[in-house]
């Protein structure tokens, strides 16, 4: 099997012809090649999009027209369903169940997007002057984007939607660890009529791969989800040339369940924001605060619960919890959970797999100093770190004492209490009593260490468009 670059409507190889494998990490077993992109590829794959973009009908399209053609695609996403899923727990070791909401996710991005640019309606500014005065609101450009292998398909159609809704052309690089489902989409865009040029996949490391696409002079918007080491390099690039950037970036997320928080609900939901996806997910709630009156009934369901999940085969229908996506990951993910008796911490469940798999099982933690590696830093595993809290200003002191600012959980069925710590915690999504529900039309993304910007809604419709100011006199 082998996964080339989509450049121009065109499945190709690199120019040099180079290649790297893509690993099933749950039999640990090269399952496929792709291509792997240089600058000579990087510099056909932007060439491409501006040249759909300054040339092309993309761009001058009606929007409901070009509503008309995003619809096509995920019609045929939707067809191709199953193999779309089946390609996202290949390459990155996630259950199937969750490959196929995640496929369901992404159709609905460019379903959602293609009708919010539909139905936009700009801004009209009355003036007393004589003159009219209106906002327009046209396409950028070309957009470059770079998305993560935790959600291999999901998050890269959360860039391309809006991108190419908004009339703008796109390169799109998926991580090197997970180049299948995102060529497969391009190669989707292709069966569905979109124009050459409008989306374009281009495979390979962030160097050179990445690093050519976004520090190219042609690029008019970067957006980007990873690391916030990678994220400042990704910034600084585009900044030679003056490229807008929409960063998001980690994560040490605070969930926070006070005493008269439901239980049950609390639990399930501390589940979920964890061990899902084995932990590799940025709005992961790694950081659990329990109040000091249900800690000890909290911690014995939320103890039982971790160790109930069904741990296997990511295509077995029954499995809930499988492996992390790549050996190297694994390696990092299992350093800090070694690193938890050393720095006085104690592993009430879980910790590193003993079969030779690359996988982590559920962990929580507990004891460990406020300044240890795993309690301060990204994990991006399932590996939870819990501290008992008297009161709410320790608390909300606690959540927020972090370079991160992604987003935040708290359980309480007190109504004003949840109204009030909402509204101090330093996140970038605040959620309450649930953990992962998304509106698209809300603003999505995250302060420090956390990124740059906000998508979703009229804030990609910001980022992905050039807003301009008509003035017309009409009174002489």
């Known amino acids: ?73 995920a019609d045929v996403m939707e067809q191709h369903a199953d193999e779309l899923a089946t390609l996202d727990t290949t390459n990155m070791g996630k259950p199937l169940a969750q490959s196929r909401h995640d496929v369901a996710r992404s159709v609905w991005n460019f379903r959602f997007f293609a009708d919010h640019q539909r139905d936009h309606c700009g801004e009209v500014y009355p003036m007393d002057s004589g003159h009219h005065s209106f906002s327009e609101y046209g396409p950028a450009g070309v957009v470059a984007a770079i998305s993560p292998w935790n959600f291999p398909l999901m998050m890269a159609t959360w860039k391309i939607a809006p991108a190419i809704a908004w009339g703008n052309t796109c390169v799109i690089k998926p991580s090197e660890d997970t180049p299948a489902s995102v060529t497969l989409l391009g190669r989707l865009a292709v069966e569905a009529g979109l124009p050459n040029g409008v989306i374009n996949v281009l495979n390979g490391h962030g160097t050179p791969a990445g690093s050519s696409l976004v520090s190219d002079e042609r690029v008019d918007r970067v957006t980007f989800t990873g690391s916030s080491v990678t994220g400042r390099h990704v910034m600084a690039a585009a900044a030679a040339h003056l490229a807008p950037v929409s960063l998001e970036l980690g994560g040490k997320g605070a969930n926070i369940v006070f005493d008269d928080a439901d239980i ?22 790694s950081r659990l605060f329990v109040g000091s009156g249900i800690y000890d009934e909290f911690m014995s369901r939320f103890v039982a619960a971790a160790e109930s999940l069904t741990i296997g085969d990511p295509f077995d229908p029954d499995t809930k919890f499988s492996t992390l996506a790549s050996k190297r990951h694994f390696d990092k993910v299992a350093s800090y959970v070694d690193g938890v008796g050393p720095d006085g911490g104690t592993v009430l469940t879980g910790g590193v797999d003993d079969q030779g798999r690359w996988l982590v099982k559920p962990t929580i933690i507990t004891g460990l100093p406020l300044n240890a590696a795993a309690y301060c830093e990204e994990i991006f595993g399932p590996v939870c770190v819990v501290n008992r809290f008297d009161s709410e200003e320790e608390v909300v002191a606690l959540a927020n004492d972090t370079r991160y600012g992604l987003n935040a959980m708290l359980f309480t069925e007190n109504l004003s209490r949840a109204h009030r710590v909402a509204s101090r915690l330093r996140a970038g999504t605040v959620w309450v009593n649930c953990f992962f529900i998304r509106d698209l039309r809300t603003p999505f993304g995250g302060v420090g260490d956390s990124g740059v910007g906000r998508e979703g809604g009229n804030f990609s419709r910001e980022f992905f468009t050039e807003p301009k100011a008509v003035v017309m006199q009409i009174r002489r």
Do not use: K, Y
């Open 1 to 73: 099997m082998f996964f080339g670059h989509l450049i121009d409507g065109e499945e190709v190889p690199s120019v040099d012809g180079a290649t790297f494998d893509v690993w099933n990490p749950w039999t640990q077993e090269v399952f496929a090649q792709a291509a792997e992109g240089g600058p000579e590829d990087a510099a056909r794959a932007v060439a491409s999009a501006r040249t759909a973009f300054d040339d092309g009908p993309w761009p001058r399209l009606g929007r409901a027209e070009r509503a008309a053609a995003i619809h096509r695609l």
């Open 264 to 285: 049950d609900n609390a639990v399930h939901w501390a589940v979920e924001s964890i061990f899902r996806n084995s932990g590799q997910v940025c709005l992961a709630g």
